[in-house]
Every structure is written in structure tokens, then in C-alpha cells.
T-cell receptor
Framework: GDSVTQMEGPVTLSEEAFLTINCTYT??????LFWYVQYPGEGLQLLLK?????DKGSNKGFEATYRKETTSFHLEKGSVQVSDSAVYFC????????????FGDGTTLTVKP | SQTIHQWPATLVQPVGSPLSLECTVE??????LYWYRQAAGRGLQLLFY??????ISSEVPQNLSASRPQDRQFILSSKKLLLSDSGFYLC???????????FGSGTRLTVV
């Protein structure tokens, strides 16, 4: 079945540092890939997505590129801020599966001033 | 625009009591609807999903049930809560897989 493996956390960075959170996936077809962000006590918010190979999703300074050859969708940001502290989830969805998504376990990011 | 409402935000219930959590979506029709549970410090577990009125699929056997009495209403229920039912419950919807989910704000359930 489908699966998503995320870099284990927690990750602690200083403000303005470069962020990479690794995500690799296993899927039978050609899934869409997503990153979600969850701030403390809240639901998840869609951060960015990519629907086909070599697509780059971007939002709020975050980027991720759909790499079919390495089955990866790593999240990056050039300069993190304290307000980026949150839990980040990588996910995939295959169109034939009632729209269901498979999620990674989440990576907690803490940014210190 | 589409919005999703989930309530209550927090709930403290004794063991053995019933449960009803409600989720409604506005601004769309025939959405796919989902209930997830998130245990403390852990990932998301899909509990139920629905692709239409009265159509419920269960992912994990447990003492919870779900119903979809109207197109944009999704209800999570239990007749008798267990301590292990504590967690953060999230409702979500989408119209197609490639669009991703829109999540509700969640219900924090503590069973005591």
C-alpha cells in the first residue's frame, strides 16, 4: 500500500537558518503530493502541493519539488522565522482512492530567536 | 467560498458516556468527508470516510461510528467512550484527490 516517510524530529533551528524536512513516499500509481502545517491547538492547513513529476509547489517562502526518480518531496525554506514553529506533515493522495490521503508522522519544527 | 465547521472545540467526557461530534461544510456540494484522530504527539489516523449521503467506510475497527445524514454533514459517534478514545479529532473535506484536504479546527476530547 501507499506510505509516506518523514524525517524524524524534533528539528530546532535559529531564526534565519535554512530548513529542509525530508519526505519520501511509496505509491502504486502517480500520486499528488502535499505539505500541511499544524500550529499548536489547531487543525492542519494545506501549505503547498504538486500534482505531477517535476512540479514545484510553493507558498509563504516554502518550496517542495516532486521528484519521481527519487520518490521524494522535500520541504525547504531559505530563512525560517519564529512564526514557522509548527508541526509539518507530508502526504500523498491517489485519485482512485476516494480522495483519501496517506500522511507521514509529522515533523516538529521549533525556531528560536 | 467553502468553509468547514467542527464542534465542539473541547470536550471532557466520563468513561462510558456517549459521544457526538459534528462537522458541516458550506459552499460546495457532494464533498468527500473524512474523520481523523490524532493522538498526542503522533500522526493522523483515518477513522472514517464518506463519498456520499449514507455511504460510510470504516478504516479502523473500534467503538466509534460515523453517519452522513445530509450531503454536507458528517457526524462521529460513540455509545460508550473508552479512555483510549481521548485525542484530537479532525474533520476534513475535499472535492477531488489532487486538491488536498481542508481541515476543520478540531475537537480536543478527553475521556476521564
Amino acid at each position: 500500500g501507499d506510505s509516506v516517510t518523514q524525517m524524524e524530529g524534533p528539528v530546532t533551528l535559529s531564526e534565519e537558518a535554512f530548513l529542509t524536512i525530508n519526505c519520501t513516499y511509496t505509491a502504486t500509481g502517480y500520486p499528488s503530493l502535499f505539505w500541511y502545517v499544524q500550529y499548536p491547538g489547531e487543525g492542519l492547513q494545506l501549505l503547498l502541493k504538486a500534482t505531477k513529476a517535476d512540479d514545484k509547489g510553493s507558498n509563504k517562502g516554502f518550496e517542495a519539488t516532486y521528484r519521481k526518480e527519487t520518490t521524494s518531496f522535500h520541504l525547504e525554506k531559505g530563512s525560517v522565522q519564529v512564526s514557522d514553529s509548527a508541526v509539518y506533515f507530508c502526504a500523498l493522495s491517489e485519485g482512485s482512492n476516494a480522495g483519501k490521503s496517506t500522511f507521514g508522522d509529522g515533523t516538529t519544527l521549533t525556531v528560536k530567536p | 467560498s467553502q468553509t468547514i465547521h467542527q464542534w465542539p472545540a473541547t470536550l471532557v467526557q466520563p468513561v462510558g458516556s456517549p459521544l457526538s461530534l459534528e462537522c458541516t461544510v458550506e459552499g460546495t456540494s457532494n464533498p468527500n468527508l473524512y474523520w481523523y484522530r490524532q493522538a498526542a504527539g503522533r500522526g493522523l489516523q483515518l477513522l472514517f470516510y464518506s463519498v456520499g449521503i449514507g455511504q460510510i467506510s470504516s478504516e479502523v475497527p473500534q467503538n466509534l461510528s460515523a453517519s452522513r445524514p445530509q450531503d454536507r454533514q458528517f457526524i462521529l459517534s460513540s455509545k460508550k467512550l473508552l479512555l483510549s478514545d481521548s485525542g484530537f479529532y479532525l474533520c476534513a473535506w475535499n472535492s477531488e484527490a489532487a486538491r488536498g484536504y481542508t481541515f476543520g479546527s478540531g475537537t480536543r476530547l478527553t475521556v476521564v
